[in-house]
């Protein structure tokens, strides 16, 4: 097959694949509202990784999940909304503003993870878990390529 082909077909099947998922997403829908979810299981992966205790600075927050500040702002305050996370200042450096999932957030966050679990679980089995191991190993370099493709972002406007 020639390039312009495979890319074509590549095009297909992410454009595919994100529709797949958006239809995967649906099952957790009632336990997060707007499609909460990912804000969700970023704002608790962001804490474990790089936070302190149960919270992190909102400032880091933007640059670990790789978000701009107002895009993180906008997803926040419809989780403070939803009374699944609050902003609470730091009480080292009342300059910054720490976020932290509520205790409501976190049993949300669990229990549409056990949904999508449980999901994620029967694809794997269907398709094998060594298949999914070496799919995962290639995401993770295609990942790396593309971001070291990404043109270097420039000071001006």
Same mark, same amino acid.
């Given at each position: 097959?020639? %390039?312009?082909?495979?890319?074509?077909?590549? &095009?297909?099947?992410?454009?595919?694949?994100?529709?797949?998922?958006?239809?995967?997403?649906?099952?957790?829908? *009632?336990?997060?509202?707007?499609?909460?979810? &990912?804000?969700?299981?970023?704002?608790?992966?962001?804490?474990?990784?790089? *936070?302190?205790? %149960?919270?992190?600075?909102?400032?880091?927050?933007?640059?670990?999940? $790789?978000?701009?500040?107002?895009?993180?702002?906008?997803?926040?305050?419809?989780?403070?909304?939803?009374?699944?996370?609050?902003?609470?200042?730091?009480?080292?450096?009342?300059? $910054?503003?720490?976020?932290?999932?509520?205790?409501?957030?976190?049993?949300?966050?669990?229990?549409?993870?056990?949904?999508?679990?449980?999901?994620?679980?029967?694809?794997? $089995?269907?398709? *094998?878990?060594?298949? &999914?191991?070496?799919?995962?190993?290639?995401?993770?370099?295609? %990942?790396?390529?593309?971001?070291?493709?990404?043109?270097?972002?420039?000071? *001006?406007?």
């Amino acid at each position: 097959m020639e %390039d312009h082909q495979s890319i074509s077909e590549l &095009f297909q099947l992410l454009w595919q694949m994100r529709k797949t998922m958006q239809g995967s997403i649906r099952q957790v829908e *009632g336990l997060c509202p707007q499609g909460q979810f &990912f804000m969700l299981e970023r704002l608790h992966y962001a804490i474990v990784q790089w *936070g302190d205790g %149960d919270a992190i600075p909102v400032s880091s927050l933007a640059e670990q999940t $790789r978000m701009l500040p107002a895009a993180v702002s906008r997803s926040l305050r419809r989780l403070e909304d939803a009374g699944l996370a609050e902003r609470i200042p730091d009480p080292e450096d009342h300059r $910054r503003v720490l976020v932290r999932l509520t205790p409501a957030g976190e049993s949300t966050r669990l229990q549409a993870e056990e949904l999508l679990r449980d999901y994620m679980a029967r694809v794997i $089995r269907r398709m *094998g878990s060594s298949e &999914f191991a070496a799919l995962l190993q290639g995401w993770r370099r295609w %990942d790396t390529a593309m971001r070291e493709e990404l043109p270097v972002p420039t000071g *001006g406007t």
